[in-house]
């Protein structure tokens, strides 16, 4: 799936990081399509290899029906919100034992963008707050 562009830029986020804006946003709409998009799709009810991410930040990891998960994943015990995904992005093998996931985007600007687009793509109501999990 391509990711367009201007889709990412529409939005406006209300995120814990008041520096994100829709530019980081649409950036991370670009290098999730460079980077992740073949194994994960983002649009409702289409799947790939990976888990969809769509709604992934406030999602209970290893949750997603129809997914293949590690036993690790399964087990693992934590909701997604941002700081999680951002220590998982940057080296997912590291954070869980046996996870079949093998690409780490070690640039934190980028990193921090494909979450911000991965928030946006979230329901803000099912976004845990800082205090959760």
Sequence with gaps: MRLLPFMASAFTLALPSAAVTAQDVANGARIFDQRCATCHEVETGESGPGPNLAGVV????????????SRSMQELGITWDQDRLMEFLSNPRGMVR????????????????????????????????????
């Excluded at 406030?58 to 998960?69: H, P, Q, W």
């Excluded at 996870?99 to 070690?106: G, N, W």
């Excluded at 980028?110 to 803000?124: G, H, M, T, W």
Aim: no cysteine; hydrophobic share 35%; glycine share 8%.
């Design 58 to 69: 406030g999602r209970v990891a290893g949750t997603t029906d129809g997914a293949r998960y």
């Design 98 to 133: 046996g996870t079949t996931m093998s690409v780490a985007l070690r640039d934190e600007t980028q990193r921090a963008d494909v979450v911000a687009f991965l928030a946006s793509l979230s329901d803000p109501a099912d976004q845990p707050s800082d205090a959760t999990n």
